[in-house]
């Protein structure tokens, strides 16, 4: 009996560690829903799934509250998270992963564009959790603070949704093999 815990030991270490070689353990990769150029006038609604304006359903709105005070707003069930400036930090927009933007924290809360606090500079990035539940990150291109342009905000955005790894195919036929080799051990240990 000692000798067959032994071996059914060694058998799953083996096992377990071929499984890692071979790939069960991938990490997630991103498939992009949408990507655009967009300009969010003033007390506009904007969807970052659709790319559009006032879409199906919309995730930020424009607020502005005074002439010159305003603020992204997260709409419904969508989040916000502002990630920084562009070069600060080493910040780069196209190096961030969905990985990157799934570790944020996000919030319910908006962020400050006026002329006041104003987070929402040229090469400034955010970050929109959707109401789909993607993952967008937003670079601020342009801000539009004048009236005659009706205090819109320009964006480069990219939303990604996650995908679930999937093992290879060698993975499970290894594993059968495997566990086919650990059944004819135990059937000769108990023989």
């Known amino acids: 009996m000692k000798l067959f815990k032994h071996s059914y030991k060694q058998g799953m270490a083996a096992l377990l560690g071929l499984a890692m070689l071979s790939g069960v353990a ?66 780069s927009f196209n190096a961030l992963t969905v990985s990157d933007l799934e ?19 040229a090469n400034s990035v955010f970050a929109v959790k959707t109401d789909a539940g993607n993952y967008g990150k937003v670079l601020v291109t342009f801000p539009f603070f004048q009236a005659y342009q009706n205090n819109g905000l320009g964006v480069y955005w990219v939303t990604m949704t996650p995908t679930t790894p999937v093992p290879e195919a060698d993975t499970y036929s290894m594993l059968l093999a495997g566990f086919a080799l650990m059944a004819a051990v135990v059937r000769r240990r108990t023989a």
């Open 26 to 91: 991938t990490s997630a990769q991103a498939a992009t829903v949408s990507e655009g150029v967009a300009t969010i006038p003033g007390t506009f609604l904007f969807d970052f799934d659709a790319g559009s304006l006032a879409g199906a359903g919309p995730d930020v709105w424009w607020e502005q509250m005074t002439t010159t005070s305003r603020a992204l707003m997260p709409y419904s069930t969508a989040q916000l998270a502002y990630v920084g400036q562009v070069g600060v930090g080493g910040l």
């Open 103 to 121: 570790a944020l924290t996000y919030s319910s809360t908006g962020i400050s564009g006026g002329d006041v606090g104003s987070l929402l500079t």
